[in-house]
């Protein structure tokens, strides 16, 4: 079994940057598709960004495109978002998903494995 944990969440000021990472472990998910959605309260979950699987082609909701950029390493296992100029409605729970298709989809139902998830506050 593939389990996946996030980090790097935490409070910031807005037009602040984080880092999120998600380390996977159990298996190696170098042919998975990934992505990072969100949920924010009272919202329902939301794709956020997706790569493939090689990291050849990204993918971003049209409220983070510019501002945040995923990556991954495969050699490590990890998934990476780098967010800048971070706005109070990123303000969410990330959870970072594998899923078995090459490219990333949109919709959580695509998805096998998902991680706990990592709170990021961004304050106005």
């Known amino acids: 079994q593939g389990q996946l944990v996030e980090s790097g969440g935490g409070l910031v000021q807005a037009g602040g940057s984080l880092r999120l990472s998600c380390a996977a472990s159990g298996r190696t998910f170098s042919r998975y598709a990934m992505a990072w959605f969100r949920q924010a309260p009272g919202k329902e979950q939301e794709f956020v960004s997706g790569i493939s699987w090689n990291g050849g082609s990204t993918y971003y909701a049209d409220s983070v495109k510019g501002r945040f950029t995923i990556s991954r390493d495969n050699a490590k296992n990890t998934l990476f978002l780098q967010m800048t100029t971070l706005k109070p409605e990123d303000t969410a729970v990330y959870y970072c998903?594998?899923?078995?298709?090459?490219?990333?989809?949109?919709?959580?139902?695509?998805?096998?494995?998902w991680g706990q998830g990592t709170q990021v506050t961004v304050s106005s």
């Open positions: 998903a594998a899923s078995a298709y090459a490219n990333p989809r949109i919709y959580r139902r695509d998805y096998n494995y």
